[in-house]
């Protein structure tokens, strides 16, 4: 068995790494960047060891200095975890050249499965389904154009060897390929460090379903449960659940047969995941195998009552597998949600800052590398954590996961958390009528606005206004009148940039308020962080947090954070300069336009990237650009200018 483990990589699943390896009595080694020195997986691990400064191309990339670091510290095994430098066949090399058992499969393996065209040839000549689509060398624009033609529209191009939704463009015809190949060529370089693409045939309404398997170095392989992955945004997995429902026993074991014949093909040991699509007849295509450790992992070791970790460290010292495929037995059913720092209701921008409240029900499982007081970084991925719920059924499943997301209370970052309750709730997610468009088709509903948002924002101004409340920004006498009702005005914004505008008159606990020009009788008290608030006879009972200017009332749907606007900025909105800002910290890809250069309303303009992902700025109005101060490579930061752009008279 391994003595001394370290985990290369950061957050929930090196944090989730260390407990197995506490359990099993191994030794944990963290590494970690200038950014995470006070991050819960450096403070779980026995030793923490500084890699570099916060981009991930500086630390947590860095394989020959975590190899080297691994020798002069006794380690005798690296758990990859997922992401950064998991399926990295050089990395794997390198750590079997150092003599170090690399927690995951052999290079080799990683090789043949990391090129996705290299992988659907392999998998043909396996006897595993596949779709029409190019795989091939030449990679020109012409070639690709061509071939395109051949697999016909809609299609879908790919990094070759990349996952998570990134390098990844739907093109629904001839005219978006040009630019979908540029674009998925620059997020696949920056992701992964290869920009080859593949195209294939687009289903428009598949399920995303996959099969967990486990080889070990004896030749055995096991398939343990499917999972179905169908709600996705970006292309990246938001929920997850094991098994996947509505699959017949003979469906699923067509599925898992085929995903284990996938794994032997290319001599495969460890934990993978054969990723396929499903169409609406029920037939299966083989999409992908990642050759690691799964962020959904969990609802497997739910409904199995297995710790996938433990099987990875065991058969990486050489261990026979747990258990044969006759002695798995599938249980109940489990329900993963992926609680990301983003807002969805501004297509799913990327959100940073500080978490100043993280509470989480006892009847969900939490799987995070963050507590309340830590950080969310644009530097990493922004997901905040993942819950889990197990239940005898499905139903039973969801119930505990809405009730749960419901009770949880999170502030001070953006978050999706209301977001995923609508999810689990809406009634085609019950009924189990899913499919990878199922977040595109319903957006509408599960974004839209809180019902409460307005009583939510009286509130909190209730809560700005309360003389003896410490540090209030909006305590001072500027609603004094002499020998009148004092008289304060607030304007208001949430974090969905969304504006309220609200006249208070009185004194607490009694008001007359002005919204909408409409008048309202209120009354209110606070008590241990709660406001009592009976509005025009309608009696509001909800939590709160105030953290310096920030009003947080966690509503029965979520979440609503507050603050209060500076004078002066509702002009830049209404003209729109705040589209040509930075909507958060990130680096500047290419630039789209010129000086001097004419534009019309809607043209791209340039390309930022934040947190792995791409975002094109446009133009707000035609006009020309007087003014480009920022450079492809340049960071900018929350809030800046990127383009000067002057408005043509009409």
Not at 12 to 30: L, P, Y
Not at 52 to 80: F, M, T
Not at 90 to 108: H, K, L, Q, Y
Not at 508 to 522: I, K, M, N, R, S
């Amino acid at each position: 068995m391994l003595t001394k483990v370290l985990i290369a990589n950061r957050g929930e699943i090196a944090c989730r790494v260390i407990r197995t390896c506490r359990e099993m009595g191994i030794a944990t080694v963290a590494v970690y960047s200038e950014a995470d020195r006070g991050a819960q997986h450096v403070l779980m691990a026995d030793e923490a060891l500084l890699l570099g400064p916060a981009p991930a191309i500086e630390s947590y990339l860095r394989g020959d200095a975590i190899i080297e670091l691994a020798k002069a510290h006794g380690v005798d095994g690296i758990h990859p975890g997922y992401g950064f430098l998991s399926e990295n066949p050089g990395f794997a090399r390198g750590c079997e050249a150092a003599s170090i058992r690399f927690i995951g499969p052999g290079a080799d393996a990683i090789d043949k499965m990391g090129s996705k065209s290299a992988a659907k040839v392999i998998m043909a000549d396996a006897g595993v389904p596949m779709l029409p689509g190019y795989h091939g060398e030449d990679q020109s624009d012409d070639c690709l154009t061509k071939e395109a033609t051949q697999i016909g529209y809609p299609l879908l191009v790919k990094a070759a060897f990349g996952g998570g939704g990134k390098g990844m463009r739907i093109v629904n015809q001839a005219g978006e390929l040009a630019e979908a190949l540029a674009t998925a060529r620059r997020e696949a370089a920056s992701a992964f460090g290869n920009d080859t693409l593949l195209l294939e045939r687009y289903l428009s309404a598949p399920r995303h379903v996959e099969v967990q398997v486990f080889a070990d170095s004896q030749g055995s392989c096991v398939y343990l449960s499917d999972r179905d992955c169908s709600i996705q945004r970006r292309h990246q997995k938001v929920v997850e659940e094991a098994p996947a429902p509505g699959l017949s026993d003979a469906l699923r074991k067509e599925m898992g047969e085929a995903a284990c014949r996938a794994a032997l093909a290319i001599d495969y040991v460890g934990a993978g995941t054969v990723e396929f699509l499903l169409d609406e007849q029920g037939r299966f295509y083989f999409m992908e195998m990642n050759t690691r450790l799964q962020v959904e992992h969990p609802v497997t070791e739910m409904v199995t009552g297995q710790d996938l970790v433990e099987w990875q460290l065991r058969v990486a010292a050489g261990e026979p597998l747990p258990l044969s495929q006759s002695q798995i037995q599938v249980t109940g059913h489990s329900l993963e949600v992926r609680l990301y720092a983003e807002d969805p209701q501004r297509e799913f921008l990327p959100a940073t800052g500080t978490l100043t409240r993280f509470q989480v029900p006892g009847s969900l499982r939490l799987d995070s590398g963050v507590v309340a007081g830590d950080s969310i970084s644009a530097h990493y991925d922004p997901m905040i954590a993942k819950l889990i719920t197990y239940g005898d059924n499905r139903n039973q499943a969801i119930a505990q996961m809405v009730r749960g997301l419901r009770q949880a209370q999170l502030a001070g970052v953006t978050s999706n958390l209301a977001f995923l309750a609508r999810i689990v709730a809406h009634q085609d997610f019950r009924n189990a009528v899913l499919d990878t468009g199922f977040i595109e088709r319903h957006y509408d509903a599960l974004t839209r606005a809180d019902d409460l948002r307005l009583r939510a924002a009286i509130a909190a101004a209730l809560v700005a206004s309360r003389p003896d409340v410490e540090h209030s920004p909006w305590q001072s006498a500027v609603g004094f009148r002499l020998n009148q009702r004092a008289h304060l005005g607030h304007q208001l914004e949430d974090e969905h940039g969304e504006r309220y505008t609200l006249n208070l008159k009185g004194e607490w606990p009694a008001f007359t308020l002005t919204l909408d020009d409409q008048e309202h009788g209120v009354v209110a008290a606070l008590d241990n962080q709660q406001i009592r608030m009976e509005l025009d006879g309608h009696l509001c009972h909800w939590p709160y947090e105030r953290c310096h200017e920030a009003i947080t009332l966690f509503l029965p749907d979520g979440p609503l954070r507050f603050t209060q606007v500076r004078h002066g900025t509702q002009a830049d909105d209404e003209s729109g300069e705040d589209s040509l800002k930075a909507p958060m910290n990130g680096t500047i890809v290419a630039l789209l336009c010129d000086l001097e250069q004419q534009v019309e309303a809607g043209q791209s303009l340039l390309v930022m990237e934040a947190m792995k992902m791409e975002y094109t700025i446009t133009a707000p109005y035609a006009g020309k650009i007087t003014a480009l101060p920022f450079s492809p490579g340049q960071q900018v930061s929350d809030g800046v200018s990127l383009v000067a752009l002057e408005a043509v008279e009409e």
